[in-house]
């Protein structure tokens, strides 16, 4: 018991150390840049113990779930040694993570305004939402098919930078080609695809195959699953910008 | 009374956003792998820390940070701050200083606190065998992170396009590539996607659409994204710049133990 509170307590201390460039960046801004107090004192205080208290936790559970179960069926797809199931788990859990991600909803609305003001799809809200919704639904394809794509890599062992460099080019070549208004929003939504419960998720599976394949180092092939999850979807809205 | 209203509804949004990722993990071990989770109350428990402690981190940026950055991203873009009483067409690049630093601090010190980078950080600390440090590698994320918005900002600012910086940063990592150690590149291409999650993608969001909108002739539309395509680019740069001086001054050690 007592090493528990030990343990817990050291974590707390270790969430504090992680915050305090945060809390100190907006200090100074707030008392010496804009030379004005901080307003909501109380609140600011409840949310910052909120938000140590809730990393100090959610290190905790990484340990104890996410990271052990990504591992476990990473090993227990290799013992399976059914190519079929494996990708089709690496598909559904890229395009179910991806197509409810709230950071993509409030992009994808975004880029629905943006295609009604340039006249690409008609202003009403019908055509924008069923715009935001075919958005959404070709990122998470898109995610999808970047997380089969990284495991195929891995099983193979290919060097990781071929794709990233074929990958770069195609994002150039959409870029000529693609509308302007969709191209900001298209590089954007790259950075939003991989969130904090997926992240850990894909990398215990790459880093679990790759250690359970003969052959594969888990330090050179199993990372680079989630380079792919957010360079696809750059091609992709580009894509579905200039079809729509 | 409201708070815990508050936190009672982040809570129930964040198991709706869990549950299918949960369902699939489950359905796939029950129904494909036909195999019992080992340990599995040990599990359960983890995946429960892992949604209390989202909701509350969630709760807790809503309550506090994210109302004061936007605030303070929109005050320091103001033209009042910037040129004091000159008008804002007046103003040329070098009189947004404040709005750089600002940048570079804030992209610095939430992708430190940022829950996904920590979690990559440790897992290549285990599986490097401890060659790669949990706290080296988030510093040098978080430095790009800081370069990579400060440019954006920059770009902001001046309206030049998007895609050159985009595509210049594209050849330089493809050069690195060649020269980085090898063990470090697939991780340096990862670190760039896992910086911008959770709490830098909200502030950084409100800098780039309160500078568009500040400065005259951006609009908000064309200029105001792009800030987090640069702040996925530049830490692959510097993940790699990372591992090389920590492979060059293992190689210097080395060599001055073999002098002695």
Request: glycine share 10%; aromatic share 10%; net charge positive.
């Amino acid at each position: 018991m007592k090493k528990l509170i030990l343990d817990m307590f050291r974590s707390v201390r270790e969430s504090v150390r992680d915050l305090m460039p945060i809390i100190v960046v907006v200090a100074f801004f707030q008392l010496v840049v804009l030379q004005q107090p901080l307003p909501n004192l109380g609140k600011i205080l409840y949310g910052t113990v909120m938000v140590v208290l809730g990393l100090t936790f959610f290190i905790r559970g990484l340990e104890m779930g996410l990271f052990p179960i990504g591992e476990t069926m990473a090993h227990g797809f290799a013992r399976k040694g059914s190519l079929f199931w494996l990708l089709l788990f690496a598909f559904a859990l890229g395009f179910s993570t991806t197509v409810a991600e709230p950071a993509l909803i409030a992009i994808a609305d975004e880029a629905a305004k943006v295609a009604a003001d340039g006249g690409m799809i008609e202003n009403t809200d019908a055509s924008r939402q069923g715009y935001a919704f075919g958005l959404r639904l070709t990122v998470a394809l898109s995610v999808g098919a970047a997380i089969v794509l990284g495991v195929i890599r891995i099983i193979k062992g290919w060097p990781i930078q071929w794709f990233i460099l074929g990958g770069y080019i195609g994002v150039v070549v959409m870029t000529v080609f693609a509308p302007p208004e969709i191209i900001g929003i298209a590089y954007d939504s790259g950075g939003v695809t991989t969130s904090t419960v997926t992240v850990p998720l894909v990398t215990a599976l790459g880093v679990g195959l790759a250690s359970s394949i003969k052959g594969r180092n888990p330090m050179i092939d199993g990372f680079g699953l989630i380079a792919f999850a957010s360079l696809t979807p750059m091609i992709f809205v580009m894509g579905y910008g200039m079809v729509i | 009374m409201e708070a815990l209203l508050a936190l009672a509804k982040t809570f129930l949004l964040t198991i709706r956003d869990v549950l299918p990722i949960a369902a699939i993990l489950f359905g796939f071990q029950v129904f494909v792998l036909r195999r019992p989770i080992p340990h599995l109350r040990r599990v359960l428990v983890g995946f429960a820390f892992v949604l209390i402690g989202l909701a509350l981190f969630l709760e807790g940026l809503e309550e506090a940070l994210f109302p004061l950055g936007r605030l303070m991203a929109e005050q320091l873009t103001h033209p009042a701050l910037i040129g004091g009483v000159s008008a804002a067409e007046t103003l040329t690049w070098g009189d947004y200083y404040w709005v750089y630093l600002f940048a570079a601090a804030i992209g610095f010190s939430t992708t430190v606190a940022e829950p996904a980078l920590i979690a990559v950080a440790m897992k290549a600390h285990s599986v490097s065998g401890g060659t790669v440090g949990v706290w080296g590698l988030r510093v040098a994320v978080a430095i790009g992170v800081a370069i990579g918005i400060a440019l954006g900002a920059f770009r902001i600012v001046t309206g030049t396009p998007l895609h050159w910086y985009i595509i210049s940063g594209y050849i330089l990592v493809m050069i690195q590539t060649l020269f980085a150690p090898r063990m470090i590149i697939a991780l340096a291409f990862d670190s760039g996607g896992v910086t911008t999650s959770t709490v830098t993608v909200p502030l950084v969001a409100a800098l780039g659409l309160g500078l568009a909108s500040a400065i005259p002739g951006r609009s908000p539309i064309l200029d105001g994204f792009g800030l987090i395509a640069f702040a996925s680019l530049f830490p692959m740069m510097t993940v790699m710049a990372y591992a090389q001086i920590s492979e060059w001054r293992a190689r210097r050690h080395v060599r001055k133990s073999h002098q002695d």
